[in-house]
């Protein structure tokens, strides 16, 4: 391949579109004839309000946001977030609904429990090693927000349809798959996201939310973890990561641009994860972990016949240049990440790999 | 310059040593053979554990740290740290002292409040708007720990000796000088410093801590904000800013061996700063703000005779490929930020502008 580069099917940090990758290569001595790197220009400069006001107007155009939302971009990964949304959304003697479908899940509850609020579980998919996503879901009526995680990276699993809220927030983790299809937001009071899966580098964390949602922070809470910190100074409150949030823009750029926008990319995704799904189900050789209507279009997760052979099929695979196909190390088994920036390609080279693997060892 | 570059006098995001960005630029497409950009490889991988464990063995070797200091990588930059330092160190009912040496000191105390803490002023330099560096401090006998900003990039202001803080622990937010000379560790319990300005690009903030401040810790802090959590994953406990730490490793690495350490390093920062001071004090046109012995080696700041000429002076810099020389807004007139990677030369640049600017308008 082009520059000697591999398929790579990590979980995240993920792969980032060729595309990209070159015109931040290209520009990366003098950006924009500013003279400066674009890790050198100040964040308080026309060059940097240029990159991060087109990634904020992007965002808005891809997911049809209307006028009631913000974009923030805000450090410290989905993992703050499971502190932030509480803190800040959750009022002392009120309760917040969480759906438990996975280690992500758990985090974001535990996170909530240690802030002294109260998270309460009103389903989970544990029973069944978190292999499907739940339906038939009640619902508290006197719930601050209900709390989601749109897609299980490790498990494998995404909600295909999101649950009827019935006029609650939403609030929704997408970190692995955002930008990945469109939806509707309306029902949704906050979705927050760590970029490094689907829309750019670690080190940024895409949050959005609505002005409702806003109104809920308290004011004693430090300035680095108030969301209206972020929502009054359009995310430049304090230096924020500049070369991340430049990166998005670019994704985002080429998301419109050069995919089409989110049908487009919901399109291209499935036919990706048919692919590699059809590959898995063909024999009795690979088997899927996840219950079919609740699969994945992002982590398409699956078990061999045996451990043994799972690791000579990652490391074979790897000398085939097609990388990052263990599976989480809390669950095992093989993971072929397949985000927007997976090319077809890559996922038709994992296939043939498969036959071929399957054919030497089944 | 090459590649058109300007001389960046800018405070932050700052100049970064050409050979670290040519180092990027070139291993942009294929990090180290792993066939991904330095931006698509996993944090847990081989390849990045190399990045950041380099990383932190060279700032152990710069700063001469001993076996009781953790070497971590956060987000949220200083601004965070003005929260976390009393939030982890800082138990109810005792005080720390603050020294107020600017407006990023004031920062400092204002989170320590909200937090409902006792953060205690011992002293300010703002009755002389912050021109100089207290002395004869009287620092309470039972603080839990003494907090001073060693640099004032805003001021201009920079300790040239710290403070005896007579075992009670010193905190430093170093984010404007470290490493740009070399310092006695001991008394200090914990140093953090936004990456921005000396040591790589935003989205990073270097956080330098003792064991016995790590004692300090409460156990239900949210993960995300426990410095212990940091300390017992070598700052993997999530996907950490990767860019940005290999960032830091390559200019650590430029440091200790193209610079040959901070005993060099501060050599050169001196001569840089001291051409600089002399073409300001040689005649009466420029005026430096800081107190000549509280004067900062990182960022001077002057003014001229009037306004108009402050901005006709930013403007033909600017033109003249010198950027980034306008003052911080809350305080107006000029400042040139020369970090370690501001090069003589540009100093000269910038002196020799200087010296023709006040021969057309002096």
Redesign the interface.
């Given at each position: 391949?082009?520059?000697?580069?591999?398929y790579?099917f990590?979980?995240?940090?993920?792969?980032?579109p060729l595309s990209v990758?070159?015109e931040?290569?290209e520009s990366?001595?003098?950006f924009s004839g500013?003279?400066?790197?674009i890790?050198?220009?100040?964040?308080r400069s026309k060059n940097f309000e240029v990159v991060i006001n087109d990634a904020v107007s992007r965002t808005k155009r891809l997911l049809k946001l209307d006028g009631s939302y913000h974009v923030l971009f805000l450090?410290?990964?989905?993992?703050?977030q499971?502190?932030m949304v509480p803190?800040n959304c959750l009022p002392d003697g009120k309760t917040a609904d969480y759906v438990d479908t996975g280690t992500w899940a758990v985090k974001a509850i535990?996170?909530a429990k240690?802030?002294?609020k109260n998270p309460k579980i009103v389903v989970s998919s544990k029973d069944k090693n978190y292999s499907y996503i739940p339906g038939n879901i009640k619902l508290s009526a006197d719930a601050a927000y209900v709390h989601i995680t749109s897609n299980n990276t490790i498990e494998g699993t995404q909600w295909c349809n999101f649950p009827d809220a019935k006029g609650i927030p939403l609030v929704a983790d997408m970190s692995s798959d955002i930008m990945s299809r469109p939806f509707d937001s309306k029902p949704f009071g906050l979705i927050y996201a760590?970029a490094?899966k689907n829309i750019g580098?670690?080190?940024?964390c895409m949050v959005i939310i609505r002005e409702d949602m806003l109104k809920l922070v308290p004011e004693?809470?430090?300035?680095?973890?108030k969301y209206t910190t972020f929502s009054s100074s359009n995310s430049l409150?304090?230096?924020?990561?500049?070369?991340?949030i430049y990166?998005i823009q670019l994704v985002l750029k080429w998301l419109e641009e050069i995919i089409g926008g989110l049908d487009k990319m919901e399109a291209i995704n499935k036919e990706k994860a048919e692919l590699l799904y059809s590959a898995i189900d063909s024999g009795g050789f690979y088997r899927g972990t996840a219950e079919p209507g609740s699969r994945s279009l992002m982590n398409v997760t699956f078990r061999l016949p045996t451990e043994d052979l799972e690791n000579i099929f990652v490391q074979e695979a790897s000398k085939n240049?097609l990388?990052?196909l263990k599976g989480h190390r809390s669950v095992g088994g093989c993971r072929a990440s397949i985000y927007n920036a997976t090319t077809l390609e890559g996922v038709k080279a994992l296939t043939d790999f498969m036959k071929y693997f399957e054919q030497k060892n089944g």
């Open positions: 391949m082009q520059y000697n580069r591999i790579n990590n979980a995240g940090p993920a792969v980032l990758l070159e931040v290569k990366f001595m003098n500013s003279g400066m790197s890790t050198e220009i100040s964040h450090q410290g990964g989905a993992s703050l499971f502190a803190m535990k996170e240690i802030l002294g760590g490094q580098p670690a080190g940024v004693n809470l430090p300035s680095m973890l409150y304090n230096t924020p990561p500049c070369f991340s990166i240049s990388g990052g």
